[in-house]
């Protein structure tokens, strides 16, 4: 079983930054891809942005060049840089790992809630 646990969201005004975590713990072999995915209210739940074991990064069009995405493995943890805030990156942001202990499981953080106020 895999443990997520996401921290870093809160309220922050238009053009400014947050950045959130998530930190993996219990038993798994390795990480593969790791994500982070946002629900704002009334919509469906949309990738912001990917990194797989190999480095490789996707991003949302919505927020490509503001947002980065990085990973820590000693630390099991993923981040996600958010620069240059607006209104309308407020949602819920989850992470999303697909870890290996006996087979290849996808894991899902509990949520945290980022607000930008205009």
């Known amino acids: 079983q895999v443990h997520l646990v996401e921290s870093g969201g809160g309220l922050v005004q238009a053009g400014g930054s947050l950045r959130l975590s998530c930190a993996a713990s219990?038993?798994?072999?390795?990480?593969?891809?790791m994500a982070w995915y946002r629900q704002a209210p009334g919509k469906q739940r949309e990738l912001v942005a990917h990194l797989t074991s190999g480095g490789s990064t996707n991003y949302a069009d919505s927020v490509k060049g503001r947002f980065t995405i990085s990973r820590d493995s000693a630390k099991d943890t993923v981040y996600l840089q958010m620069n240059s805030l607006k209104p309308e990156d407020t949602a819920v942001y989850y992470c999303?790992?697909?870890?290996?202990?006996?087979?290849?499981?996808?894991?899902w953080g509990q949520g945290t809630q980022v607000t930008v106020s205009s």
């Open positions: 219990g038993s798994f072999r390795s990480i593969n891809t």
């Open positions: 999303n790992i697909f870890a290996t202990s006996a087979s290849v499981v996808s894991y």
